[in-house]
């Protein structure tokens, strides 16, 4: 089975300061990978995803994220935080469609912005 | 209209009590996934169903069991629930073809007294 490692439950920055959530996994394939953002009282919102192809994904809200093979990482950043990017935020990873779509969520990161 | 819909949102009951939760989605998907999320474990998978004949248990689908009633409605059920199985659960959906990501239902919210 996969396995996701989100170092770091809480992070806090401060608005205007570089995001980076870290998320490395373990697969024996190559791997489809993940973010997913929760806002409070809400369902799980797709940020970005690597598939295939370009390494460097970039993704809604101005978020992007590498997957580095090599380090076997996916880690999610943003260059200025907003107060609005508040949230929970969620890796996951996937053998993809021959296994049912299988995903292996890593335990969040809440994130905390500071004015 | 919201693409993947849970009912009930909130829903209190009682040890010992069974409780369907219920899932619908106008996405046309032909995968479905029940989760269930606790603090500090991130998500969990409980049941997945390729199609309205393939259903598959998951990770932690112990005190579970889950019903395909139609491509678009996948219901959970908790036979008698007990109080750790209080949590926050998902429904999601997927294509089985090139798109691989998973939507969401927006959760409900049970608690087992």
């Known amino acids: 089975a996969q396995s996701v490692t989100q170092l770091g439950s809480h992070v806090s920055v401060s608005e205007g300061a570089l995001v980076l959530l870290r998320c490395n996994y373990s697969?024996?394939?190559?791997?489809?990978l993940f973010w997913y953002v929760q806002y409070p009282n809400q369902g799980l919102q797709l940020l970005l995803k690597?598939?295939?192809?370009?390494?460097l994904v970039k993704g809604i809200n101005g978020f992007e994220a590498e997957f580095k093979k090599s380090e076997t990482s996916f880690h999610l950043t943003k260059p200025s935080a907003h107060m609005s990017d508040a949230a929970e935020y969620f890796c996951?990873?996937?053998?993809?469609?021959?296994?049912?779509?299988?995903?292996?969520f890593g335990t969040g990161t809440s994130l905390t912005v500071i004015p | 209209d919201a693409d993947v819909t849970q009912t009930p949102r909130n829903r209190i009951t009682k040890t010992g009590k069974r409780i369907m939760l219920e899932c619908s989605q106008t996405?046309?998907?032909?995968?479905m996934y029940w989760y269930r999320q606790d603090p500090g474990l991130g998500l969990r998978l409980i049941y997945y169903?390729?199609?309205?004949?393939?259903?598959n248990k998951g990770e932690i689908s112990d005190g579970y069991s889950v019903s395909r009633q139609a491509q678009a409605k996948f219901s959970l059920s908790l036979e008698s629930a007990i109080p750790n199985q209080t949590a926050l659960y998902f429904c999601?959906?997927?294509?089985?073809?090139?798109?691989?990501?998973?939507?969401f239902g927006p959760g409900t919210r049970l608690t087992v007294t």
């Open positions: 999601a959906t997927s294509h089985g073809g090139e798109t691989y990501e998973q939507y």
């Open positions: 697969s024996s394939v190559p791997p489809y």
């Open positions: 690597y598939t295939t192809g370009a390494t």
């Open positions: 996951a990873v996937s053998d993809g469609p021959n296994t049912g779509n299988q995903f292996y």
């Open positions: 996405k046309g998907h032909d995968r």
């Open positions: 169903s390729f199609d309205v004949k393939d259903i």
